[in-house]
């Protein structure tokens, strides 16, 4: 460090500190997975939004030009951090089953689990939240209006966006069930096929649908003409949406959860996301063990060993607090990490089959994030979804809402693993108006010097991917290595190390196998983390968008 940054510190650390103790802000940063919604966020900005608006416009966006990520038919979470009077909120607008929907209902009659249904077409849809989730936000923290914020989404859709590799590689995944549904094929696909690179995709009933939701503040969506149209186009293919269901969709205002890890403190996703509890369970065990000075294959065994316990849990005990009792307080204490980290030996994995047997489930493939900071300081780590890519695979005629299949993320027959082998039980069953499990986990990290805002897709790995980067910023390491840092997952069962392609050294394959735990390469990596991290002494910004995206991050 430079003298003169030197003594900038020491100057800004005693101004903050006299001015109420905390962060001066001077830059703004947005981080998306897509260019064009980067930059819509930054547009916002420019004209005067906060981080608030800019969340707004980031979210449309995304959901015009990640249409296989996210949209206007699925939900999210935004984790909001106002500077003013320093707290932090958590909009949960995550869908929900719709009041028709039961236990059952992705049975055949000899009980056996259709995926298919819970997976394609009306059944797996469940009532979407991100609407609302933006007029939310539009009504309570907004500079502009909701129509000037919508406006970059609007233009998107209207005059189309260019598709690059990643849109290739999603709509190949789901081309076959695309092609299913008339209206979405015409859409998303080239008349029928996989739309090569630079296929321009234009969208004009989504974007009167968007300029429905601005004009009407949301009341067309949730129970006004665009919900008729909807919910006519659901149930004449065989779906079981009301006109109820959206009139009585709210969403939820929770409060994050808040722990330690030595000083530096985790604001992050309460239930229904599985992604607080369990990252703080990872982050109290591995706070038993000075992680600096093992090797790294001791450390990926350590990493891995919390995260087999964490997720356990997860699969034990989460599902929707409306309608279960989470032990969120028992889960997330040190005294409960204390009894987790005494079954871990250094040296020997602990095989899944010797913790005590469970019972709960979940998934989850694609979805997106995005995280903002304004000049003010104001904060938004946002992850949204529609399930795996292009969720049900079919729009509501005429709207060019694209349906979610988040009713996937329920456990629909206890103990029968999902597509991502994860495995369940009663928790997280499907009832009328209950919100299905979710990995999803925005957060903040603050600590003594520096604040990150981060988040990241990939369903069930969304958890241990928010945790080896939690433990890589706790380290020292910037955004750029944060994003970049080498992934490794254990989810309790299967009882396996996955790891993305290249992601270990054949010496850590070696020693991690002498330890005993069976290893599986992925064929590809996976992941698109966005960060932003602030120095909290002179309110600089770094950030960065995950190499294995196609996203851009703007920092000025
Ligand atoms: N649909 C992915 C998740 O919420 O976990």
């Known amino acids: 460090m430079s003298y003169a940054r ?53 979210a449309a966006a995304l959901a015009v030009v990640e249409p296989y990520s996210s949209g206007i038919g699925g939900g999210g979470f935004f984790l909001l951090h106002t500077q003013k009077d320093g707290t932090n909120l958590f909009v949960d607008a995550r869908e929900e089953a719709p009041s028709k929907a039961t236990a059952d209902m992705y049975l055949d009659s000899s009980g056996d689990f259709i995926r298919e249904r819970s997976l394609n077409g009306p059944l797996a849809a469940a009532i979407p939240g991100l609407p609302a989730g933006l007029v939310y936000l539009s009504e309570n923290f907004a500079n ?28 190949g995944y789901r081309v076959a069930a695309l ?24 969208q004009e009933d989504l974007a009167e649908t968007l300029e429905s939701i601005a004009v009407s503040n949301g009341e067309s969506f949730y129970g006004g003409d665009l919900a008729r149209r909807m919910v006519n186009s659901i149930v004449s293919d065989g779906g079981i949406w009301r006109i109820e269901d959206l009139k009585n969709y709210e969403v939820k205002i929770r409060q994050p959860l808040v722990s330690f890890y030595h000083d530096v403190k985790i604001i992050s996703s309460p239930p229904p996301s599985s992604g607080g509890v369990a990252l703080i369970e990872a982050l109290n065990i591995l706070e038993r063990y000075d992680l ?11 990493v891995v060993e919390a995260m087999r316990r964490a997720y356990r849990d997860r699969a034990d005990y989460l599902g929707d ?50 995280s903002i900071v304004d000049s003010l300081g104001n904060r938004v780590a946002a992850t949204l979804s529609i399930n795996i890519p292009f969720g049900a695979a079919m729009t509501a005629v005429g709207t060019g809402v694209l349906l979610n299949n988040e009713m996937d993320d329920f456990s629909a027959k206890p103990f029968t693993p999902n597509t991502y082998g994860l495995v369940g039980a009663n928790a997280n069953s499907i009832a009328p108006g209950k919100r299905p499990l979710s990995s999803m986990t925005p957060t903040f990290l603050e600590g003594s010097d520096r604040i990150a805002i981060m988040g990241t897709p990939g369903g069930s790995r969304i958890i241990s991917m928010v945790l080896i ?9 910037t955004p750029a290595e944060m994003v970049s840092s ?14 993305e392609k290249d992601g270990l050294t054949l010496f850590e394959k070696e020693a991690l196998s002498k330890k005993g735990h ?31 995206g196609e996203g851009s991050s703007v920092v000025w």
């Open 179 to 202: 092609r299913l549904n008339k209206d979405a094929a015409n859409i998303f696909l080239d008349e029928g096929n996989v739309p090569k690179a630079g296929f321009r995709v234009i």
């Open 469 to 477: 980067s939690a433990l890589d910023f706790i380290m020292g390491a």
């Open 321 to 370: 607090p409306d309608f279960v009792k989470v032990p969120v307080k028992e889960l997330s204490s040190k005294a409960h990490a204390d009894l987790l980290a005494s079954s871990i030996s250094d040296t020997k994995a602990t095989p899944s089959s010797s913790l005590p047997q469970i019972g709960s489930r979940q998934k989850g493939s694609d979805t997106t994030h995005f």
């Open 292 to 302: 600096k000075k093992y090797e790294r294959d001791t450390y990926i065994h350590l």
């Open 6 to 58: 030197y003594k900038l510190h020491y100057i800004f650390a005693l101004i903050s500190v006299l001015w109420c103790g905390d962060v001066i802000r001077a830059e703004s940063s947005v981080a998306s997975a897509h260019p064009a919604a980067t930059f819509a966020g930054k547009e916002i900005l420019d004209a005067g939004g906060n981080a608030f608006d800019a969340a707004i416009a980031v």
């Open 518 to 548: 069976k290893l599986k390469e992925s064929s590809r990596n996976y992941g698109n983390m966005q960060v932003i991290v602030i120095d909290k002494v002179d309110g600089s910004v770094d950030a960065a968008s995950d190499p294995r």
């Open 144 to 171: 502009l209006t909701l129509h000037e914020n919508l406006a970059p989404a609007i233009r998107l859709a209207r005059e189309g966006f260019l598709t690059g590799d990643r849109y290739e590689k999603m709509a």
């Open 486 to 499: 080498k992934r490794f997952h254990h989810q309790y069962l299967p009882d396996q190390v996955y790891f």
